[in-house]
């Protein structure tokens, strides 16, 4: 009887790499018998009667598939990345990509509990004056799914409020509509060639604290693209 599993979750993707870099031990669970029977997985004995996996050739047609797929999504959230960072500097501001910050949030026992943050671009106004600063972050999304497991993590996106006055979601044109993001957040849309303003995002005093500070400190802001490296020298 041929299996009626055509398509591969996510679960079943990781197994099968899992396998793919292993000496192939069976874990003998109901996933590994989904893939079996999807034929993506074959089953081998040694000499010694010992059992293993090797995944088939339909299995690694899948796997190079997904390897595509995930390159061209990250390449598409690289790029429109980029384009909000610039988008900040033609702005007037200073921008970060791939900062890692640290945001204090009230715990349930009434103590700070620390949680990890890695916006996609952070910035801030290029001012020396500290109230004028206004910091923003901006997250990107590019695939709905992407976008649907960030909203059911509210550690992060309070993380993110936390470490900024402004708060913005980037959606690739298509994948949401601005009623589905929260409220708290502003929304810009990601069009082939420009970003749309779907909702403004609320402005609220905030002044980056230590570790902000250190972090970025630590860090290099983004450069103009046409900028020479060499030029102060």
Not at 42 to 50: K, N
Not at 155 to 163: P, T, V, W
């Amino acid at each position: 009887m041929a299996s009626s599993l055509s398509t591969p979750t996510r679960i079943h993707l990781q197994r099968l790499r899992q396998i793919w870099r292993s000496a192939g031990w069976p874990c003998q669970d109901l996933v590994e018998v989904e893939l079996l029977a999807a034929g993506w997985l074959e089953r081998l004995r040694d000499p010694d009667g010992r059992e293993r996996l090797r995944v088939t050739d339909t299995g690694i047609a899948l796997l190079a598939d997904s390897l595509q797929r995930n390159r061209a999504a990250r390449d598409a959230h690289e790029g429109l990345v980029q384009r909000v960072a610039l988008e900040m500097q033609r702005a007037g501001r200073i921008a970060w990509r791939g900062l890692t910050l640290r945001a204090g949030l009230p715990g349930d026992d009434g103590k700070v509990q620390w949680v990890q943050a890695m916006p996609d671009v952070f910035s801030i106004r290029h001012s020396t004056v500290e109230d004028y600063l206004e910091p923003a972050i901006h997250e990107i999304k590019v695939s709905r799914a992407d976008l649907l497991g960030e909203l059911r993590k509210p550690a992060k996106s309070a993380a993110y409020r936390a470490l900024c006055g402004q708060c913005w979601f980037v959606l690739k044109a298509g994948i949401a509509q601005p009623e589905e993001i929260p409220p708290e957040y502003g929304v810009l849309i990601g069009h082939d060639a420009h970003l749309e303003l779907a909702r403004p995002a609320p402005k609220r005093p905030h002044k980056p604290d230590f570790a902000t500070w250190l972090a970025l400190a630590r860090a290099t802001p983004e450069r103009w693209p046409d900028e020479d490296p060499q030029s102060s020298l």
